[in-house]
Structure formats: C-alpha cells, structure tokens
C-alpha cells in the first residue's frame, strides 16, 4: 500500500516527506447535527487528477467513539486509540466524490475538537496504474510510503459556537503603583524607606559572586535582557576578587583585562539565613546584597534581582532609582512541582533545558518527567533492549498507529541514559528535583505491545480505557509484570537521584481483567473479593521495590482507592481539593494539582479558536491566581501533609513548543506565585505580569497576550 497524508503533516516529518506532496485528493470534514456529545458527520472524498481504483483506504486520528454501525460507507479495518482507518471504500473518479457519514460520541465545541492528520492508502500497482508514477518503498521495505494529500477541509456548519468578551486590558485595569517590586513570586516581606534612594539601574552590572554563588551569577549572565552582566568571582567572603570575567550559563568561563567596577554593582553575601531556598536582598548606599546560606537561595536571590534589572533598568525617569529596600524571601511549600508530558508529544532535551531555565525563574523546583503512557514509552532501560525502540515510535504499520495530531510518519523518540544524567544535572544546578513518572498498571499499551509477554493471550475482557485504548493495563495474574516492574524501577532508580518516583495508578478501566484467567486465579490465591483489588496488588508491590531502592512512591489519587498501598505514598490530587485535603485528613503526604486551576492544558476560555481541553472547565490567569491551595484547611496538622503545588502540562493538544509556551505563559506565573506565598493582590500581581512579560519577549518565549478573545 501507498500512504498519502493530509496537509496536517506533524513538523517532526522530515523535509523529504514534505517533498511527496500529493494533491490527488480533497477530503471535507462536516458536522451535519450536533445534539449534545452526540454528533453526526459526513466525510467528502474527492480525487482531483486521478482516480481511486480499489482497494484503498481513509485513516485519521479522532480521540471519539465512532459507531461502526452507523457507517453508511465502507468499514473501521482499524482501530486504536484516537486512530481510525477505513476501508472497503468503493472506486472513486475525479468527476465524483464519496459521502461516508456516520455517528460520533464526544465533546466538540472548539476547532481543536476536531480531527486531524487525515491521509489515504493506496495499492502501490493501482497506484502506479492511476497516476502513472510508482511510490518507491520506505526505507523499511515493506512498500509503504508516505506522501502529503494536498486539501484537508473542515466544514462547521451551524455549530451555535459561543463568543466571548476579550479579556480586559490589564494595563487599563490595574492602577500603577500597587506594589512595591516587579518581582514574581512575590517576596514574604518587603520593607521599604521611600524617603532614601537605595540605588540606581544601570545598563551594565557587576556581580561580585561569592563561592556558593558562582552558577546562579552565571546563570543570570547567560540570559538575555536589558542589562549586561559581568562577573567578579570572589575567593572568599571578605571581598577579595579574581580577575573580572564575563560568563553566560553553562559556558566556559574566560579570564577578561581586570576593569573597574562596572555600573550597579550586586553582591553576594553568605548568611546564616535558615532554609536552603531562603534569600534576603539589601538595596542601600548604591548596592544591591544577596544574603543566603546555600547556593539555590543565593540562585533565587539573584534571579529576583534579574527581574528587577529587567523591570527598572534603564529609563529615563524617577522609575530607574530604587528606594532603599530589604527583602526577607522564604517559600510557603517545600515541593513547587510542574510536569510535562512527553509521551503524547515528545520534546527534546534541549527544549526540556529551556523549560528548566524558565521554571528557575519562577522558583520552582521539581520537574515532573511524565515518561511513559499509551502513546509512547520514552526511556531506555537496558534489561529490555527493544522497549524505547519500539514502543517509542508510532505511525501507520507500527505497534503504535499515529495518534493525536496523527499523520502516517514515524513520529517519536527517547531518552538515553546519558539525557537522563544530562537533564538531571542540569536541574540539580538550578536548585531542582526530577520526579520520572511510570505510569501504570493503566496507560501501558505502548509498552505491552512492543513486550507481548505483558499481556494475557487469553484475556477477553475487552476493555477501553478513557482514551480509547484497549488492553493498555498490567495484568497482575502475570509473573512478567513482577519482572518487568523490579528490572525498570531497579533502572529507574538508579538514573534518578531524587527521592520520589511517580507511578501513575490513574485511569484503570472498568471491566480490565474481568475475564484474564491469569488475573482470576490470582485473584482466587489472594483470596481478594475481585479483579478490582488486583490495583492495589500491582500498586503496593511498586511501592514496596521503590523503598527497597531507598525511593517513595508519589501517585495519582486513584491510588486513595488502593488499601494495600501504605500512607507514605504521596498523592496527588487532580480531580478536586476536596479529595486532596481528605487525604490529608487521613495522613497523606498530599500535592495539591486541582485540574480546575492548575492543568496547564485546560483552554482559557469558551472561544471555538481558543486551544484546549475543557473537561474541568475554563482556566484564565485570574482563576488560577486567586485559588488558594490550602483553602478551607484550617488544623495546622493536616496543613502540615500539604507538601505543596503540582501544576500539570498534558499534551495531547500540544504538538510543538510555541503552543507549549502558549499554554504555560503567562498562566503558570499565578501557580509559581500561589506555590510560594499566600499573599493574593490581583491587580498588583498583574501589573508585575505585565513587567515579566518583557522578559518573556527577550527570552523568546511566545506566550499567550492579554486581550485574546
């Protein structure tokens, strides 16, 4: 067969793919009724310079049940996940067109709703004879290849669509001069004598860097801005200095001729200050000082003078000269904990470096590393040498289909070892943990089909799970699970310092196992009251490997359902706070990751061409900054249990990093602010927004704008 694909093409395809453009055929997409979650679609399929000759076939990717008995034309031949082909589709002539419509179940009320990466397969003779041009093989030799459809249009039709007023304009809506600094998040305590000027902004700036705070000054000198930044590393804290030199972050550093001091000069100074994150500024006689007592508080001090440098510096009027002021800084949580999904769309190490870079800005400190699900599994883990190679790669003929944005390329990718040291090391610098995830039992079907031996033959169950995925949890009943988890978690935890490992346990699919004769007998040796305790069985067996290696098990709130799994687990609330203070409540350890504030993927509004999921609601920046974590939490001991903020990025929507900046800026500054004090100030906080968006701009980041309706 021969694949052409549409106009949608994933940006990983490569340029000689983009090259087998074929125009052949137009395929239009229209919602003919719309009545609720139920919808009725018809598909036009029209060849424009030659014909279809039979056999061949339509795929693309949908996350929506499609009624197979519904279909007017043709058959579902294919079916996983978002992904569907047809078939037995009938000749096609370019004077005609093919109307194949059919019911559908599913939410659609924006244009992110709708599907994507359609492309054609053809038989590569009836190909040849129809278009008098033979498709060559793809480098795997099995005669498939890829080209581009040339048209893929998508008709709405009367969709009653709702519009909504734009935002307001912040720089209308919030009165200048209701705070004190442009700094985000904002400080604990900020005192400030506006009767004596502290100092004056200057375009250049000299950092005399004590020991512990050699990386963040080179870490601030790297990034760009208004102000240039040179470096006196000093050999101890009485102020003896080397030589100026001028660093940018993680470059080689390089002697400069010894200079007078240049511009605004920022010292470091090392304080007994308690906490490592903890950090006090000084703005008096000219200098600005950096007190902390370890290198991450002297990082989270430079970097709020970075911002300041940024807001203030240069001008030219009052707004250049700072009042003497002293900055007492602390976090409110000890865990401010943000995660990217890269299974549903992968993302390179150096697009992972820049979102650390950007995260050190905001002070948070733990990156959540969702490594595996149904779309993909991307890590390497030696014990199971073809694991990431198969199963960290879909498109059309692969164990993966293509999914989400679709196409029929191979589209993926994975982690070595040596990228894990890398993003682990280049975290650890910037004050931060890496938390992997390995999800399961659930969201395992990249895995279990790239090792069949994790998978029952005889299971009949016939389960879906939430995102369409069939057969995509661990069977308990299987001994190769036990292996598989004691060889990846034994791997895992050596490649991740960190004290946690996420393990997933969300999602499991009602009916999973119900008719695996392997999960029933193991049911019947554990004498469990049915199939549903086997979670828990999978759950605590996890958790007991990860303290075997000196690890704690953190875990979506389903694990909340698992009685087998002891409360040192930490949980992660997503569907609601309630469920996250219960827990506390019960003596959980608790994360707090509310998808009605804090899931970076949720779109800002109701607007059909705003991008987003919806299933938890709407999310603008004003929501998320007024939420308070610990509301409605009153006992300073269950307090205690709440470690802190986890702000999610799931990717299904998300295919590239402009939409990911898209996402994330500015909403993710009002988590960072919540994550560090509990002092809630809209306007001001808005007006600081307004400031750090300028940073953003230089940083080349392409968040979303103020105003978009």
Not at 405 to 428: I, L
Not at 535 to 562: C, F, P, S, T
């Amino acid at each position: 067969m021969a694949t052409c694909s549409s106009s949608q093409m994933l940006q990983d395809s490569s340029p000689e793919e983009s090259e087998k453009a074929d125009s052949r055929v137009k395929v239009t997409f229209s919602v003919l009724e719309r009545n609720g979650g139920h919808l009725w679609i018809d598909l036009h399929i029209t060849p424009s310079s030659a014909p279809f000759e039979e056999p061949w076939s339509l795929a693309f990717t949908w996350p929506r049940i499609i009624d197979p008995q519904s279909l007017t034309t043709g058959y579902i031949s294919d079916r996983q996940g978002s992904f569907y082909e047809f078939s037995g589709l009938p000749k096609c002539d370019t004077r005609d067109s093919i109307s194949m419509q059919f019911n559908a179940q599913g939410p659609l009320e924006k244009i992110s709703d709708m599907p994507d990466g359609f492309y054609c397969k053809f038989n590569v003779d009836t190909m040849q004879q129809s278009n008098g041009d033979r498709c060559a093989p793809d480098s795997s030799g099995d005669g498939v290849v890829a080209r581009q459809v040339g048209t893929v249009d998508i008709q709405f039709g009367d969709m009653g669509w709702t519009r909504v007023t734009p935002e307001p304009d912040p720089f209308v809506t919030t009165p200048p001069g209701s705070y004190d600094l442009l700094i985000i998040p904002y400080p604990q305590s900020v005192e400030v004598n506006r009767d004596s000027i502290g100092c004056t902004l200057q375009s250049q700036c000299t950092i005399s860097a004590c020991k512990d705070a050699d990386f963040a000054a080179n870490f601030i000198a790297g990034l760009p801005g208004k102000v240039s930044f040179t470096i006196s590393v000093r050999t101890t804290d009485s102020g003896v200095l080397l030589p100026n030199v001028t660093l940018g972050a993680d470059q080689t550093t390089s002697a400069q001729p010894v200079e007078a001091q240049v511009g605004l000069r920022i010292m470091t100074q090392w304080s007994d200050i308690e906490g490592d994150e903890s950090y006090e500024i000084e703005i008096s006689n000219g200098t600005i000082t950096v007190f902390a007592s370890h290198s991450t508080g002297f990082l989270y001090g430079l970097v709020s003078c970075y911002q300041l440098c940024q807001a203030y510096c240069p001008t030219s009027g009052p707004h250049n000269q700072l009042p003497s002021t002293y900055v007492r800084d602390s976090p409110r949580f000890r865990i401010r904990q943000f995660m990217l999904d890269v299974s549903r769309h992968f993302r390179s190490v150096e697009d992972i470096k820049r979102m650390l870079d950007q995260m050190t800005l905001l002070k948070m400190n733990t990156f959540h590393w969702h490594l595996t699900d149904d779309e993909g599994w991307r890590l390497v883990i030696k014990a199971f040498p073809g694991l990431a190679e198969r199963a960290s790669w879909r498109g059309d003929g692969l164990d993966v289909r293509p999914q989400l944005t679709g196409g029929p390329y191979r589209y993926g990718g994975f982690y070595t070892k040596r990228d894990v040291q890398d993003v682990v090391a280049y975290a650890s610098q910037r004050g931060m943990t890496v938390i992997p995830e390995i999800d399961i039992p659930g969201h395992c079907f990249a895995c279990i089909k790239a090792l069949p031996e994790l998978e029952d033959p005889e299971d009949q169950s016939g389960n879906i799970s939430v995102q369409l995925f069939a057969h995509n949890t661990l069977n308990p009943g299987l001994n190769a699970t036990y292996n598989f988890l004691d060889k990846v978690l034994e791997e895992v935890a050596e490649m991740f310092p960190g004290p946690y490992v996420h393990m997933g346990s969300d999602e499991v699919p009602k009916g999973v196992w119900e008719k695996s004769p392997a999960a029933l007998a193991k049911v019947e040796e554990l004498g469990l009251p049915g199939v549903r305790g086997l979670a828990g069985v999978i759950m605590k067996y996890a958790q007991d490997v990860l303290r075997k290696h000196n690890k704690q098990m953190m875990a979506w709130q389903e694990v909340l359902d698992e009685p087998a799994v002891d409360k040192s687990a930490v949980v992660c609330s997503w569907q609601s706070s309630r469920v996250g203070k219960e827990a506390a409540i019960e003596g959980y350890d608790v994360l707090m990751a509310p998808g009605q504030v804090y899931y970076m993927d949720m779109t800002y509004n109701i607007n059909r061409d705003e991008p987003g999921l919806y299933w938890s609601g709407t999310i603008d920046i004003q929501k998320t900054y007024m939420h308070d974590p610990l509301q409605d939490i009153t006992d300073p001991e269950v307090r205690q249990h709440i470690l802190g903020i986890l702000a999610p990025l799931w990717t299904e929507l998300i295919p590239d990093r402009d939409k990911m900046d898209y996402m994330l800026f500015p909403r993710i500054l009002a988590v960072a602010e919540s994550a560090w004090t509990d002092k809630k100030d809209w306007e001001g906080f808005v007006g600081r927004v307004i400031a750090f968006c300028e940073t953003l701009e230089r940083l080349g980041v392409k968040y979303r704008r103020f105003g978009n309706g």
